[in-house]
C-alpha cells in the first residue's frame, strides 16, 4: 500500500474506533518497513487529533471518543514494541501517573481522564482507586512521572490529596511532578487551597491543563 | 395512626412477558456471570450455602435456589418505625412514600448565595425538611464540610435523629459505625434491645456497578442485617458507562447487583427488611455527567419498580434534578421525574426535595418548591373514583338544564375538601390580583416561607439531654474512627 494511503487508513480507522483494524494496520506498516515514529506521528495521533475536535464540537460523543482511544492504544502497543526492540527509547510526551485516593472508589471519571490523556500520547499509569499516599509516591518515582493526577468525588476524600502533596513535597519530589487534581466537588480554588498546579472539570480540560502545565503546544496537523 | 402512603403502581413500561425475561436474565447473571465480593467473611457464608465461590478473584455465584431462598424470608411488608406512632410508616408493594437528602457538597441560601454546606445548613435543612407534610423518611440532605471527614456520619446521625421523628435513612462507613448508631437511637428508645425490635433508622449500602461490592459495603450489610436493621441495598447505575447502554440491561445490572446483597443479607439474619434501591442516572455521553432527570433516568426509575416488584421487595428509586437554580428547568425536571415515579409505584421516592445539580446542591427554597410539586403528584397518582355518589346523576337532576350550578349543593361543599389538592405556593390569581399582592414568583414565596418556618423555634424530638447524650456517642465514635486509621 502506498505509505499516504496506509497513513490516512489509520487515521480513518482511530477516527472510527476500530482497534482490531489499528492493530492490523499498525502490523502492515512495519512489514513495509516504515519506521514506527512516522506510522504514530502520521498515523495515529492526526486520527486521535480529529476525534479530539469533533468531541469538542458535539460531534462525537464519549463512546466515539473513548473507543478512538482504546483503538489508538493498540496501535501504539504495536508500534511501541517495534520501537522499543530497535533499542531506541520513544519520548512519551511525559508519564502521567493517575488515580482515584485512599478512601474513594468513584472510578469512572477518572478513567475517562486517563484514557483521554494517554489517547493524547502521554503514558499513563493508572493506579485505579483508593489510593493511598505510598503508593502515589511510590509510582511517581518507579515511573519518573512528569505528573501526578488525583481524583476525589467525596469531601470526606478531597483533603486526601493536600495529604499526598504534602508527602511530595516531604519527600522532596514536589519541584519533580506537576500535580492535577479533579472530581465533581473539587474547585480551581480548592486546588489552588491545597497547592495543586492544575485543576480540569472535564476530561477535554485533563489534556488541556496538562498540556499548559507541560508548555506543549497543540498537534499542528 | 400511621402513615399510610397513596397506591402507585398505574404506570408500567414492561410487559409481562418481557418482565419474565429480565428476570431470567438477571438469574443467568447471578448464577453465572457472578459478583465479586471483596470481603471474606461474606464469600464464606455465601459458599457454606452453596454458592460458588472463585477465592483467586472473589467472585461468586449465586445459584438459583440460594435466591429463591432468600427471596421467600425477605419480607414484602414491614413496618419502618418513627419516634412516635404517627410517623411510622407502613411499607407494602403499592404504598409510595418520600425520602428527603442526600449528601449535597454544597447549598443555595436563603440569601441566594452558592456555598459549602455547613453543620448549621444541616441542622436548618433538617429542620425545614421536618416541617414537610409529605415527607415521609428523613435524611442527611447534605455532608457539612465542618465536620471530621471520617465518622462524619455519626454526626449527621446526632443531628437529624435528634431534630425529627421521621424514620433516620442512615448510612455507615464501618460495622462500628452501626453499632454506634444504634447507640445513639438507644439513647432516645430506652435499650439496645428496644432499637433492635423497632429500630428508628435504617441503612444504606451502595454497591458498585458493574457487579462489585466493596468490602466496606459488605461489612456495613452485615452488621446492619445481623441487628435487625432495615437495608436500601443501592446501586447507582450511570446508564451506558458503569451499566449496559440498553436501559433492559441497566435493569438486569440493577437487578443481578442488588439481589446478591439481599442474598447476603437474608443468610446473615433471614427476614430482616431489604429495601431494592437505585439511585440511577444517565451518563450525558456529551460530558460525562451524571443525570438524574433525563427522560431516560424516569424510564430506568420506573421499570426498575416493576423488576423489585417481581421479587417482592419494596423499592427505592429516585434522584435528585440537574438545574442549578429553582428555575424553570428545576419544575419541569422534578415534575417530570416525581410524578413518573410515584404513577411507576416507587415505594420511596428517594432525592425528592431540594436536590439539584447532579446531586451535588442543595437549595433551600427549591424544598419548599418540591413539596407543592409532590403534592400535585400525589394529586394526580390519588386518580378519582366511579360510584353512584361521584356519578352525581341525582344532583345533576336536582340542579337540571334550567340555568343555575353546584356551588351552593352540599354535595360540592362535602367533597371538594377531601378531594381537592389545595396549592400553598402556587399562584393562579390573575395578573393585577397577582400584581396587587406583590409580584412575586415561586422562587419568592418559596423563600419567604422558609424563612417563616426557621424563625418559629420548634422543639427537637428528643429532649436537650438525650441530644447531648447523642452528640458525645457521635463524637466519641468519630474519635474511635480517627484512631482506628
Ligand atoms: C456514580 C456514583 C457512585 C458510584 C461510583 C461507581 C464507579 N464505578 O465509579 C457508587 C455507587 C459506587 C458510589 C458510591 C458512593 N457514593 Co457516589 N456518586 C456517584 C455519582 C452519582 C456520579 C459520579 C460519576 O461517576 N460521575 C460521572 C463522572 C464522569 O464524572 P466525575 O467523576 O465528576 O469526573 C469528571 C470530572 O470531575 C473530571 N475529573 C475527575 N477526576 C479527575 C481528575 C483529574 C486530575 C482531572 C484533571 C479531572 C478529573 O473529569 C471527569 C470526566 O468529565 C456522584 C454524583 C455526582 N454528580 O458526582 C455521587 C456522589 C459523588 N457519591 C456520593 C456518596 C455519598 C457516595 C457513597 C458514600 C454512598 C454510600 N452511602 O455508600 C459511596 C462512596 C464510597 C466510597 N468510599 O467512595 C455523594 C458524595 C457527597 C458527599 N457529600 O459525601 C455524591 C455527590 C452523590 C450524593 N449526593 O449522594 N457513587
Known sequence: MERTELFSKMQQAVIDGEAEQVESLARQALEQGIEPLEAINQGLIPGITEVGRRFERKEYFLPELMMAAEAMKKGMAVLERAIAERGIKREALATIVMGTVKGDIHDIGKSIVATLLSAHGFDVVDLGVDVPVEKFLESVLAHNAQVLGMSALLPTTMPYMRRVIEALEERGLREKVKVVVGGAPVTPAYAKQIGADGYGDDAVAAVRVVRELLGIKEQAQ | MPRRGIRGGLLKFIREDDLDQIR???????????????????????????????????????????????????????TLYGKTPE??????????????????????????NHRPATRQDLIDLTRLLEEMPNLDIMHQIVVPSDVPELGYELINFATCYSISKRNYYSQAQSAESVRDQIKMAAVFQGSEEEVKRRPTFTEVVCMVSPLKHEKQNSEVLMESARHGIPLYIEVDALCGATTPAPIAGTLVEQG?????????????????????SIASGIMDMANGAYSGAAPETCLIHAGTAQVAHMFGLPYQGGTGIDAKLPDAQAGYERALQVLTNILAGTNFVHLSYGMMEQMLLASYEQVLIDEEIIGAAFRIARGFEVNDYTLSVDLLARVGPLGGHFLT??????????????????????????????????????????????????????TPEQAAEIERIAQEGVRKAQQRR
Open chain 2, 409 to 462: 349543593q352540599k354535595e360540592t361543599r362535602e367533597f371538594y375538601r377531601k378531594d381537592r389538592w389545595q396549592p400553598t405556593l402556587t399562584n393562579r390569581d390573575t395578573w393585577d390580583a397577582w400584581q396587587a399582592a406583590g409580584g412575586k414568583d415561586m422562587r419568592q414565596a418559596a423563600n419567604e416561607r422558609a424563612r417563616a418556618i426557621l424563625a418559629e423555634e420548634k422543639p427537637w424530638a428528643v
Open chain 2, 256 to 276: 443481578a447487583n442488588v439481589l446478591a446483597g439481599v442474598v447476603l443479607a437474608q443468610l446473615v439474619n433471614p427476614g430482616v427488611p431489604c429495601i431494592f
Open chain 2, 24 to 78: 431470567f436474565a438477571i438469574v443467568e447473571v447471578l448464577a453465572e456471570v457472578g459478583v465479586l465480593m471483596d470481603y471474606r467473611p461474606a464469600l464464606e457464608l455465601l459458599a457454606d450455602h452453596g454458592a460458588r465461590v472463585d477465592w483467586s478473584t472473589s467472585v461468586v455465584k449465586i445459584p438459583e435456589h440460594l435466591l429463591e431462598k432468600a427471596l421467600a424470608t425477605a419480607p414484602s411488608r414491614f
Open chain 2, 87 to 112: 410517623y411510622d410508616v407502613k411499607v407494602d408493594l403499592e404504598r409510595v412514600y418520600t425520602i428527603g437528602g442526600s449528601c449535597a457538597l454544597s447549598v443555595l441560601d436563603l440569601d441566594g
